[in-house]
C-alpha cells in the first residue's frame, strides 16, 4: 500500500521528503509527543502518553509556543537528540 503526505505548508514549488522507515518496535525507544498548541490536541497526547508509558514505552512531552509558525530551532534540537521519533497532534 503506498500512502501520500500532503505537505500544509504554503510552498510553491514543494521540497520531495522520503519518509524515514518505521521502527518494527518501540521496546526500548523513547517517543516524543509534539503538542502543536492547537486546542485539543493535549487531550489526544495525554492518552496517548497514558497508553505509551501502560506499556513501559518512555515519553517525552514537547510544546509549540503557537500553532502558526515552525517549531523554534531549539525546540527541534531537543526533540531530534532526546527522541527516536516523535508524535504531533493536530486536533480542533
Known amino acids: 500500500m503506498s500512502h501520500i503526505v500532503l505537505d500544509p505548508t504554503g510552498e510553491r514549488a514543494p521540497a520531495e521528503r522520503v519518509p524515514l522507515p518505521r521502527p518494527t518496535s ?22 496517548l502518553a497514558e497508553l505509551l508509558t501502560d506499556r513501559g514505552i518512555s515519553v517525552r512531552r514537547y510544546s509549540k ?3 502558526a509558525k515552525p517549531a523554534p ?11 527516536d521519533l516523535v508524535i504531533e497532534a493536530l486536533a480542533d
Open 73 to 83: 530551532i531549539d525546540l527541534r534540537r531537543e526533540i531530534i537528540t532526546k527522541c
Open 65 to 67: 509556543p503557537t500553532f
Open 26 to 47: 518501540l521496546a526500548g525507544k523513547t517517543v516524543g509527543l509534539l503538542d502543536i498548541s492547537k486546542a485539543r490536541g493535549n487531550v489526544f497526547l495525554d492518552r
